[in-house]
């Protein structure tokens, strides 16, 4: 069992340590690590409840949050002055964005605190919560870290706070001087000269021409659609929208165009304050260490800024990913519940709470979220493809072509955007056994998106398993295999395509290849076995059929598996064309669920 999933044990990227320094680098082999636990609990007996100890690191481990929570306060009663049971329980409260609650244990370290990440993150949430800009500057100088790109930006945002623009600007040019955080200074820069009405001078860093391009987030790109706005030049900003979001209907862009149109100047409302910004640090770096880091780093910097600036949105959405991230998929959906039905990003939140809910294993009311939404947003391509995704992961391909038939009949103008659309329809209308509709979508797909692996193997894959058209099925699963050498489920199509053409020679090498890339897969090693039978080397056949048969296959393939260990596959396969029974079919080809 891993000690500790307090983000600190894990090594991190370069760029994330830049970003968010480490919580604990004196623990950063997890030997030592454990080595550490094993010694606190002989302590935690001699001194207090080791029992509560012992069940608040499992809780933590898992990243159950308020379980993690309750037993660390119970195992603080016993030994309240414990610091390993303090950072264990600000960690823990951090993680459910209980910043007073963290504040009050952090301040229990005492002089150690200065020097505890988890706990910075308590102070600067409550300090910057209260306006008490001194405070976080005062500390900074101090010596109190969080991260080093984090605490030049509060800091320069604090100074804004007091008043102290020039200090402020200093500040952010420093960032944008750090090597590799140039954008990220910039931008900041030109948030705070909004704030402080300098709309020319942020749109000059925001356009590129101050200091070069700078790639924008969605948030930065309102930001400097309002900014425009306040020039004057709706006109532009309406450009910018389009140009970047598309045209199809979107709530909250769709208020924003209306205004636009209408020619109303659009207040700087993204960041209204010091406050606000330095919600926008915390934002900003909890994006960027997504993918990069543990998810708990990215969840401890959204909550920070969810405290701060309850009017962000994508805070709050990052939040919840972070949560399914971690797996705890039952607090990811009571964050998505946080959205008000009035909120422009109230769909965006009820299509990740059916993602948390079906993770969770609520299938059913995963669908019954999305299936509301589609008859409360009607307009939305978004909402009826991802109702279209989730019923054709549950086999209800008829109901998904409905969906999905809905979601394009709303597109204006299909382009290259739009493959994933018809590839999903079309294998719907596969399984749904109605081939040229299925053969037409997975085409067009290929016509918007030329090239795609998986367009080209299911296309391909298909038609071999029809019999169809055998020769461009071979190219086509070929061509997916340059594009993608070792995707196994690909290299399992072309040795496929081989058996199923009789070149059992030519499908034994791609066959092994795809074995070594898909080990535990039931259909690959089946067929492993199937090609192993049809070269002579039955022993290594039945090996592999046992295999398969231990990896969990579908009934019907696992029958079938049995029925060839009975008699072996030359009878199998004559029992199908001339017995009672149907042919099995073969391996489905994998698809894409994203």
């Known amino acids: 069992m891993q000690a500790t999933r307090r983000p600190a044990l894990a090594a991190l990227l370069m760029t994330a340590a830049l970003v968010a320094g480490a919580l604990h680098p004196a623990a950063a082999q997890e030997a030592a690590a454990n080595d550490q636990v094993t010694a606190e609990v002989v302590t935690a007996g001699a001194s207090g409840d080791s029992g509560a100890y012992l069940a608040a690191r499992v809780a933590e481990s898992e990243n159950d949050f308020r379980a993690a929570a309750a037993w660390y306060e119970r195992a ?27 504040r009050v244990l952090a301040e229990g370290l005492g002089d150690a605190a200065k020097d505890n990440q988890l706990a910075g993150f308590a102070f600067d949430a409550t300090e910057a919560a209260a306006g008490d800009y001194a405070a976080l500057i005062a500390a900074a100088a101090d010596g109190r870290k969080v991260g080093p790109l984090l605490d030049e930006l509060v800091v320069a945002w604090a100074k804004l706070g007091e008043g102290r623009m020039a200090d402020a600007l200093k500040d952010f040019d420093a960032v944008s001087e750090m090597h590799g955080m140039e954008a990220v200074g910039l931008y900041h820069k030109a948030l705070a000269l909004a704030v402080a009405g300098d709309f020319e001078g942020a749109e000059k860093i925001l356009s590129g021409e101050a200091a070069g391009p700078i790639n924008l987030n969605r948030r930065g790109v309102i930001a400097r659609v309002q900014i425009l706005s306040q020039l004057e030049r709706n006109a532009d900003a309406l450009v910018l929208l389009d140009q970047t979001f598309g045209t199809e209907p979107e709530p909250a862009l769709d208020a924003l165009r ?87 990003a109230f769909y965006s939140a009820e299509i990740g709470r059916s993602d948390a809910l079906y993770a969770a294993g609520r299938k059913e009311a995963a669908i019954e ?5 589609a008859r409360g947003y009607p307009e939305l391509v978004v909402v009826h493809s991802s109702l279209a995704d989730i019923l054709r992961r549950e086999d209800r391909c008829a109901e998904a072509v409905a969906s999905y038939d809905a979601a394009l009949a709303l597109v204006p103008k299909v382009d290259q955007v739009h493959w994933t659309l018809f590839f999903s329809r079309g294998i719907c209308h596969e399984k749904l056994k109605t081939w040229d509709k299925a053969e037409a979508d997975f085409r067009r797909a290929l016509d918007l998106r030329p090239g795609q692996p998986q367009v080209l193997n299911y296309l391909g894959y298909s038609l071999v398993d029809r019999g169809l058209k055998l020769d461009e099925a071979l190219e086509l699963i070929q061509a997916a295999v340059r594009a993608e050498p070792e995707a196994g489920y690909i290299i399992d199509s072309l040795a496929w395509a081989y058996f199923r053409l009789g070149r059992y ?30 070269v002579d080397r039955k022993r290594e056949a039945e090996f592999q059929w046992h295999r398969a048969l231990s990896f969990g296959p579908e009934e019907k393939e696992a029958v079938r598996i049995r029925r060839k260990l009975e008699v072996g596959l030359d009878a199998v396969m004559k029992e199908e064309v001339t017995g009672p029974t149907a042919p099995s079919p073969s391996m489905t080809p994998v698809e894409n669920d994203n």
């Open 505 to 534: 020679e030519e499908a034994l090498a791609p066959m092994e290849k795809a074995s070594v890339l898909e080990p535990v897969d039931p259909v690959v090693t089946d067929h492993l076995g199937d090609v192993y039978w049809m």
């Open 369 to 373: 979220v999305l299936q509301a939404l």
């Open 258 to 344: 209306a205004r636009l149109q209408a020619g109303e100047p659009l207040p700087f409302a993204m960041i209204p304050d010091a406050r606000a910004g330095i919600a926008e640090v915390f934002f900003t770096i909890g994006t960027l260490l997504l993918g990069e880091s543990d998810p708990a780093y990215v969840l401890m910097h959204s909550r920070v800024a969810n405290h701060l600036d309850p009017a962000n949105d994508e805070a709050l959405l990052l939040t919840a990913q972070a949560l399914e991230d971690l797996e705890q998929h039952d607090l990811a959906v009571e964050t998505y519940a946080r959205f008000p039905k009035n909120s422009p």
């Open 76 to 102: 603080l009663l016993a030994d309240p002055a414990n610091p390993s049971l303090i950072e264990g329980a600000i960690y823990a409260e951090l993680g459910l964005g209980n910043f007073d609650k963290a």
